[in-house]
C-alpha cells in the first residue's frame, strides 16, 4: 500500500491552457483571443509560393493553435483535430494494412467496437479482444497485431488498466499502443508520459466540456508517426470546422476548473452513495475499495465525475429512479457541465451482445452518473429523492 496519495497534479496546466500557442504577436492585429479563421483557401504570391496556409482542410489558423495547445497538455508533440472521436480513430486505422490485427481492450467504447468490427473489418483489418489485465494482452498477441488498443478507466465499470504494462508489452514487441483518454483528460492522467505511442480523445465529453461540440483529437510524439498522422488527416478529409475549433479553445481555458470540481463532486456523491441503504455498490476509481484503487493512485492524478452504482432493484426500479431525477438529466454522453445519469444496459451498450454484458456486470440495475457542475448539495438532494421515490 502507497498511502493515500495520487501523482501529483501538473502545476502549470492551466497556464498553457490558457496560454500555449496564443500569443497576440502572431496575429496582425495583435487579437488576444485567437481569432476564428473561416476562410477555406489562401491568397498565394505565385503559384505554389504561400505564406503558410494554402487550404483549410490541410491546414487552418484556429485549427493549428488548438492543435499545438492540446498537444502540450498531452505533454506531446503533434496534436491533430478531427470531425468527432470516430472521426479521429477511423483516421487511426489509416496507420494499418489489410492483414494487420488489432489487439482491443475488450471493455472499450461501443462505437470504436463497431468501427472496428463491422467497417475495419471490411477492409481485411481484424480486431480481437483482450481482458484488461496486462498479461492478458501479452498472451493474446499474434504475429500480425500491429496495433494495441485500450481505454482507461472503461466504460461504465470504470476499470483500470496498467498503461505502462501494457506500454512495456507493445514496445516489446514492436506495437503501436493508442490510449483513449477521454474519460480522465490530461488533467488527471498522461499516456504518453507513461509510455503510449498515441494518445486519442473524444473532444466532445470533457475537453469541450459544454455539450455543444462533437470533436476528436490524436496526440503523438514520434516523428514518423505523426507525419503519417498530418497525412492521414488531409488525405482523409476528417477535419473539424475551425469555428468548432475556436469553441473548444474557449472551453480548454476552463478544464483545469472544471476537472477539479467534477472531481470534488463525484467523489462526494461516490460516498453518499455508498452509504445510502438503496444502493447496492458503488464504483469510482477514488473510492479506496475500488479493486485497481493502488494502480490508480500510482498512475493518475485523480478522477473525473463518472461514476457507476448499482441499485437494489430491478429494470423497473432503474427506471423509476431515472425518470424521478429533476437536475440530473436523462441522457446519454457525458463530461459536460450539466449532470447526466443513464441506464447503460439499454441506452450506451444495448449494442454490446447480452452475454458479454453479463460478464461485464453490465446489468439492468447498473446505473451510470456524469457528474456536472451544479451545486453538490443540490444534486445530493436530487439522487436522495429520486432513490426515495423507488
Ligand atoms: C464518446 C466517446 C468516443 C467517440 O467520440 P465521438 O466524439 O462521439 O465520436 C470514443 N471514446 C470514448 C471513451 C467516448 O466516450
Known amino acids: 500500500m502507497s498511502g ?10 492551466a497556464t498553457l491552457a490558457i496560454h500555449e500557442a496564443q500569443e497576440p504577436e502572431q496575429w496582425s492585429c495583435m487579437e488576444v ?11 498565394q504570391n505565385g503559384p505554389a509560393d504561400f505564406k503558410k496556409y494554402e487550404y483549410s482542410r490541410s491546414g487552418n489558423p484556429t485549427r493549428e493553435v488548438l492543435e499545438k495547445v492540446i498537444a502540450k ?15 479521429a480513430n477511423t483516421t487511426l486505422l489509416g496507420l494499418l494494412k489489410s492483414g494487420d490485427h488489432i489487439l482491443c481492450i475488450n471493455d472499450v467504447y461501443g462505437g470504436t467496437n463497431r468501427l472496428f468490427t463491422k467497417v475495419a473489418s471490411r477492409f481485411g483489418i481484424e480486431t480481437s479482444f483482450s481482458e484488461i489485465e496486462a498479461d492478458s494482452f501479452e498472451k493474446n498477441l499474434r504475429k500480425n497485431t500491429k496495433m494495441i488498443w485500450i481505454e482507461t478507466p472503461t466504460n461504465p465499470t470504470l476499470q483500470v488498466c496498467d498503461i505502462q504494462r501494457v506500454a512495456d508489452i507493445s514496445k516489446k514487441n514492436n506495437v503501436i499502443l493508442v490510449v483513449d483518454n477521454t474519460f480522465l483528460t490530461p488533467y488527471f492522467q498522461k499516456p504518453l508520459m507513461l509510455g503510449a505511442d498515441i494518445v486519442v480523445h473524444s473532444i466532445t465529453k470533457y475537453m469541450n466540456g459544454h455539450s455543444d461540440v462533437v470533436m476528436g483529437a490524436v496526440v503523438c510524439s514520434n516523428e514518423e508517426l505523426s507525419k503519417e498522422i498530418k497525412f492521414l488527416q488531409n ?20 478544464l483545469a476548473l472544471r476537472m477539479k470540481q467534477h472531481s470534488e463532486s463525484s467523489l462526494h456523491i461516490a460516498k453518499y452513495l455508498e452509504s445510502h441503504p438503496k444502493v447496492e455498490k458503488v464504483i469510482h476509481p477514488g473510492l479506496s475499495n475500488h479493486p485497481q484503487y493502488e494502480l490508480t493512485k500510482r498512475q493518475t492524478s485523480g478522477h473525473s465525475g463518472m461514476l457507476s452504482f448499482y441499485i437494489k432493484g430491478d429494470i423497473d426500479s432503474s427506471k423509476k429512479f431515472l425518470q424521478s431525477l429533476k437536475i440530473f438529466t436523462l441522457a446519454e454522453s457525458l463530461g459536460g457541465y450539466e449532470s447526466l445519469a443513464e441506464l447503460p444496459a439499454v441506452m450506451t451498450h444495448s449494442s454490446v451482445p447480452a452475454d458479454q454484458r453479463e460478464r461485464l456486470r453490465i446489468t439492468d440495475n447498473l446505473i451510470r452518473l456524469s457528474v456536472g457542475l451544479e451545486d453538490v448539495g443540490s444534486l445530493v438532494a436530487d439522487l436522495e429523492q429520486a432513490l426515495a421515490a423507488i
Open 73 to 87: 497538455l498531452e505533454d506531446g508533440k503533434h496534436g491533430f483535430c478531427f470531425s468527432s472521436g470516430l472521426g
Open 4 to 13: 493515500d496519495s495520487f501523482l501529483p497534479l501538473q502545476e502549470e496546466f
Open 235 to 254: 488525405a482523409m478529409g476528417t477535419v473539424p470546422s475551425p469555428f468548432d475549433c475556436y469553441q473548444v479553445l474557449r472551453s480548454l481555458k476552463t
Open 33 to 43: 483571443v485567437t481569432p476564428l479563421s473561416t476562410s477555406t483557401t489562401f491568397k
